[in-house]
């Protein structure tokens, strides 16, 4: 048997066969090996593989696909097959790589013209095979990309072809393309952006003017940009889809977030009502050349919050966070997307001044042999070529014939000029048109000229040559995704109910799991849950299935935190012979799981009169006390309205010391509460509390809002703040039932234009104001009560047809909301403006210096709250028979 070596000798032999096998320095661990091919590994796939270059904005397998594309450039389409062969002479990776790269750049629209199945980026449907589609390069990637001229050349990966090391790049194409990547310890993320904005930015920083641009995604959405942060990290955007309301039963989303296709939409909404967090009937997938998903709702659910309850818990809302990462100089840097494009612009001016200045050079070396050529026939000089024996003294005598003309020339006479000219055929000396040539060489001065100036002024040229590729390329490439600002959506405010909720009170349990136990109501899996008992304790958690609070429940519900119009009426006994206590008061922040005393937190405390007043009610009742020698009075009146309301923690206020036999309701009473101010936010379209946009007034009960869009639609909304308005709302108010509204509107059918006064009707589904014909448009509506317009009209036949003032209320009666309403002019109209009344600016006026005076207020609101601070001021004001106010100072 072979005995073994003892490693510590093994350590110290030369195991590698070489020319000096005694130089153990030669020796490299693993340990090492692993360190150094890491690094070069990391590096190679930064460098070569996953990062684009800041010079052209390309990945190397990009630049290797566009260069065998151009290289095989004859203006007819090649099979992608084919395009993926001559790439791997360049790109030592495999074809899977190339043809998925290729796919990918043609789906952009930009650089290549695509013929075949290319797949679908709104449905995710994959490219069909290589050989059975085609492609070639589009005129924008041939105007932008190839020029050998300014292209630096390097050896491809085997040595056999030369490669361009990057592209020529006149464009900022890496900012339009977007990219994204993931190397080793790195990660790239580059939005894409819009053509046309980034030639319009691009011009602007030629001129020295700042620019901001935003994303712009093919599947088109909403974006918020808000946080951006110029694409570096940690910025952050929202994206949505475009949902719309097809009728109160059916939602059509129209287009999706960027990186989702309609069949991960989907899956995601079938998610979300599996798991209960929306509830539909089915989805329909229509979705051809535009996305189209029908989205069928169950009986009695809202369109608005199923809406929300869609960015909520599915992929119609994502949040996308972009890496702006280039490679430079040999290097990963991590740049903002405003430098990426001020690189690419500088880059791209000193492309187009190498341009300019090689084409100058080979313009004046034109001319100069032009001229060379012009004197070698008009002198003769071929005439004595006989009489020279060899080429050096040849060239001897054709220097001493151009050193007279030698300061009309350009440059010196050379070698390669002189072989060139005894090159030219005889028969060309002899068809020698000296006019022509005079006229070519004319030609090449103003071109020389031209170019020349391009140079001198080359900041103009550029941008000259940014405004012709828009003028080109730019139709058809109009921004996609809209930009606006987007609420955050709060789940628990959209989620559907799919639990339910039980209650031993005897017992002191609440959950979802005890089914044979009494039902309280219907709540989502999120929510949470709000339960006070007999002795005065008040618990928050959040909803499982079997939760112990503590014994005799008296109440339970879903709890809704920050809510200060929930009142909670109370009376209780202090321990059990103490005082009672009778309190008012709100829950809104606590702590979950947290057991709270109500009470003064004495043992054996007593809670005899509970209710839950969600609109701030107050009830009267009476305390019957227990009969006890010498007590006169044995029933106490109690009116809850007459108690402050203040917070859980407060004692409360002494209602007696002898023993309270029972409590009962004498009357139940109305809210104490006035009704919630309302905003609207223009830029997000939304209704809030928060006093952000313009103050539409005071709602409660069955108040509603009155809207109307440009195209004449009138709806009334709840003030509820999950609505969702139409965008194209032009008029927002409080409904009153006795306002008047004055409408100028033209009319698509009898194009003309038409006024009408109306008072708004009660009525829950949308109505039309005025034609659907497609140009049909509502110039003006107005809730001012003397509405003053100025016409302007259009010249005719060359004559100015002077301005008219028209009072609204003089020129159109109140007719109903369907009527036509009253012709204007016959003349052509140019434009409408409303002018502002003085009570208009008497009620600014009147405001301006009040502490309380609402931010935004519409013209209707702005009258109310005037005729408010007139009635507190003892001013004079009063209602007419319209119901419209008028004031006097």
Not at 233 to 248: C, L, Q
Not at 509 to 526: A, Y
Request: hydrophobic fraction near 35%.
């Amino acid at each position: 048997m072979e005995e073994i070596p003892n490693t510590d000798e093994l350590s110290s032999q030369n195991l590698f066969a070489g020319d000096n096998h005694n130089d153990i320095d030669n020796i490299t661990h693993v340990s090492g090996m692993f360190k150094t091919w890491f690094i070069d590994y990391a590096s190679y796939v930064i460098l070569e593989r996953a990062v684009p270059a800041m010079e052209d904005g390309l990945k190397p397998v990009q630049r290797r696909i566009l260069h065998s594309m151009w290289e095989l450039e004859d203006g007819r389409y090649n099979k992608v097959a084919n395009l993926i062969g001559n790439t791997m002479k360049y790109h030592p990776h495999g074809d899977a790589s190339i043809g998925d790269a290729l796919v990918s750049i043609g789906q952009k629209n930009l650089l290549i013209d695509c013929q075949g199945n290319w797949g679908n980026i709104l449905t995710g449907d994959s490219a069909a095979a290589p050989r059975y589609i085609e492609a070639r390069l589009s005129k924008l990637g041939l105007d932008i990309l190839f020029n050998p001229k300014t292209t630096h050349w390097g050896l491809s990966y085997d040595g056999r072809n030369k490669e361009p090391m990057n592209l020529p790049v006149k464009f900022p194409l890496l900012l339009a393309h977007g990219v994204e990547g993931i190397a080793v310890g790195l990660a790239c993320k580059i939005l894409p952006h819009n053509f046309n904005e980034l030639i319009d930015a691009s011009i602007q920083l030629l001129k020295g003017k700042k620019v901001v641009v935003y994303p712009d995604f093919q599947t088109g959405g909403i974006a918020d940009c808000s946080d951006y942060k110029d694409g570096l990290r940690g910025g952050k955007i929202k994206v949505r889809a475009r949902i719309k309301e097809v009728n109160p039963k059916t939602l059509a989303i129209t287009e999706i977030p960027f990186s989702t296709t309609t069949s991960s939409l989907i899956d995601s909404i079938v998610a979300a009502n599996d798991k209960g967090k929306i509830k539909i009937k089915k989805v329909e997938d229509n979705t051809a050349e535009v996305v189209e998903i029908l989205i069928h709702l169950q009986p009695g659910i809202s369109t608005d919050k199923t809406i929300d309850a869609l960015y909520a818990f599915t992929n119609c809302e994502i949040s996308i966070s972009p890496n702006a990462c280039v490679i430079e100089n040999e290097r990963p840097r991590f740049v903002g997307v405003s430098e990426i494009l001020r690189i690419s612009t500088q880059q791209t001016l000193e492309l187009l001044r190498r341009e300019l200045e090689i084409e100058k050079k080979e313009l004046e070396e034109k001319w100069h042999f032009s001229s060379l050529e012009k004197l070698f026939i008009k002198d003769e000089m071929y005439i004595d070529f006989k009489k020279y024996a060899n080429k050096e003294t040849l060239y001897v005598y054709l220097y001493d014939c151009f050193k007279p003309h030698k300061r009309k020339l350009m440059r010196d006479v050379t070698d390669d000029d002189l072989q060139r000219l005894t090159q030219i055929p005889m028969i060309r000396i002899t068809r020698f048109d000296s006019i022509k040539a005079e006229d070519h060489m004319k030609e090449l001065d103003a071109k020389i000229a031209e170019t020349k100036h391009h140079l001198e002024h080359l900041t103009d040229y550029a941008i000259d040559y940014f405004k012709t590729l828009k003028k080109k390329y730019g139709e058809g490439r109009e921004r996609a995704t809209e930009i606006k600002a987007l609420e955050t959506i709060v789940a628990t405010e959209v989620v559907m109910a799919n639990e339910k909720l039980y209650v031993n009170r005897a017992e002191g349990f609440v959950g979802t799991g005890l089914k044979k136990d009494e039902f309280v109501t219907d709540c989502s899996d999120i929510d949470d849950i709000i339960a006070f008992t007999k002795e005065g304790k008040m618990k928050v958690f959040k909803v499982s299935d079997k939760v112990f609070i503590g014994k005799d429940i008296i109440h339970v519900a879903v709890f809704k935190k920050n809510d200060e119009r929930t009142t909670y009426n109370m009376i209780y006994r202090d321990g059990a012979k103490g005082i009672t206590f009778m309190k008012r008061f709100n829950v809104t922040g606590v702590t979950r799981d947290k057991a709270y005393d109500l009470t003064k937190g004495t043992k054996d405390s007593l809670v005899y009169w509970f209710t839950i007043n969600p609109n701030g009610e107050s009830e009267k009742v009476m305390v019957h006390l227990r009969q006890v020698s010498g007590l006169r009075k044995h029933e106490l009146e109690i009116d809850f309205a007459e108690l402050e309301i203040k917070g859980r923690a407060s004692v409360g206020n002494i209602v007696t010391k002898y023993t309270v036999n029972k409590v009962t309701l004498k009357e139940k009473g109305a809210s104490t509460l006035e009704g919630e101010d309302y905003w609207f936010d223009e830029t997000v379209h939304r209704l809030n509390k928060d006093e952000r946009g313009s103050y539409l007034g005071k709602f409660g009960g069955d108040d509603r809002i009155l809207t109307i869009t440009s195209k004449g639609v009138y709806k009334l909304y709840t003030f509820d703040v999950l609505n969702h308005f139409d965008e194209d709302i032009i008029l927002i108010e409080k409904y009153y039932a006795n306002q008047t509204l004055s409408c100028i509107y033209y009319d698509g059918e009898t194009r003309a234009y038409f006024t009408k006064r109306f008072s708004p009707e009660m009525a829950n589904a949308k109505l039309p104001l005025i034609s659907e014909h497609e140009q049909s448009r509502i110039e003006l509506i107005t809730a001012q009560i003397n509405p003053i317009v100025e016409i302007q009209f259009a010249k005719e036949k060359g004559k100015d047809i002077p301005n008219e003032t028209i009072k609204l209320v003089e020129f159109s009666p109140v007719v109903n909301m369907k009527a036509k309403g009253k012709k204007i002019s016959a003349y052509k109209i140019k434009e409408v403006n409303l002018l502002e009344p003085q009570e208009i600016k008497d009620a600014r006026k009147f405001l301006s210096n009040q502490e309380d005076e609402k931010t935004g207020l519409s013209p209707m609101e702005l009258h109310r709250r005037a005729m408010e601070k007139l009635n507190k001021d003892n001013a004079k004001g009063f209602l007419d028979g319209d119901g419209q106010i008028t004031f006097d100072f």
